[in-house]
T-cell receptor, first 114, second 112 residues
Framework: KAGVTQTPRYLIKTRGQQVTLSCSPI?????VSWYQQTPGQGLQFLFE???????NKGNFPGRFSGRQFSNSRSEMNVSTLELGDSALYLC?????????????FGPGTRLTVT | DAKTTQPNSMESNEEEPVHLPCNHS???????IHWYRQLPSQGPEYVIH???SNVNNRMASLAIAEDRKSSTLILHRATLRDAAVYYC?????????????FGKGTKLSVKP
């Protein structure tokens, strides 16, 4: 069974631009969560989607948004990029999040904002 | 905020057992205890999880205290590939939140 895939793996953008990151969960998983990882703040939760609905959102500004499609694939978008948005963005999928199932993480997208 | 307390770092010798402690004094009765690890340049990887009883899988064992306010991840024979940051997390999946709240974790170094 294929794991969680994220595209692109690396991205360089300039301040003020916007970016879209993509995540394909493990087949059959309907829950997708997004996390941001930086050296200073560690791993921080962005949002979670289940069956195309956002179930929960972390404490990030409105510039960060996401969506989930009917095939469970998810995208996250960051508008008006700032230098502080440089981070590793991780996507995780889960089969039954409300039953305590484990989350499977992708390799991440490394975003650099210059 | 993270709800668990772990040592910042630990060292182990290769092929020796490693006991990674975690305190979670605010845990509620329905919170699962999860352990993840993150190898360098990779996303976190699920290790093990449990609710009340001790758990074993091919990667590790999880020992949960009787009062559930602490747990210990046990790697029975550390290898160089086990060098990673280990995160202990407890979360109630019965509500509307499916996210994991990561703390700083324990950086495990394994010496040959």
């Amino acid at each position: 069974k294929a794991g969680v895939t994220q595209t692109p793996r690396y991205l360089i953008k300039t301040r003020g631009q916007q970016v879209t990151l993509s995540c394909s969960p493990i087949s059959g998983h309907r829950s997708v969560s997004w996390y941001q990882q930086t050296p200073g703040q560690g791993l921080q939760f962005l949002f979670e989607y289940f069956s195309e609905t956002q179930r929960n959102k972390g404490n990030f500004p409105g510039r960060f948004s996401g969506r989930q499609f009917s095939n469970s694939r998810s995208e996250m978008n960051v508008s008006t990029l700032e230098l502080g948005d440089s981070a590793l963005y991780l996507c995780a999928s889960s089969l039954r999040p409300l039953r305590g199932d484990e989350q499977y993480f992708g390799p991440g997208t490394r975003l650099t904002v210059t | 905020d993270a709800k668990t307390t772990q040592p910042n770092s630990m060292e182990s010798n290769e092929e020796e057992p490693v006991h990674l402690p975690c305190n979670h004094s605010t845990i509620s009765g329905t919170d699962y205890i999860h352990w993840y690890r993150q190898l360098p340049s990779q996303g976190p990887e699920y290790v093990i999880h449990g609710l009340t009883s001790n758990v074993n899988n091919r990667m590790a064992s999880l020992a949960i205290a009787e009062d559930r306010k602490s747990s210990t991840l046990i790697l029975h024979r550390a290898t160089l590939r086990d060098a990673a940051v280990y995160y202990c997390i407890h979360h109630n999946y019965g509500g509307s939140q499916g996210n994991l709240i990561f703390g700083k974790g324990t950086k495990l170094s394994v010496k040959p």
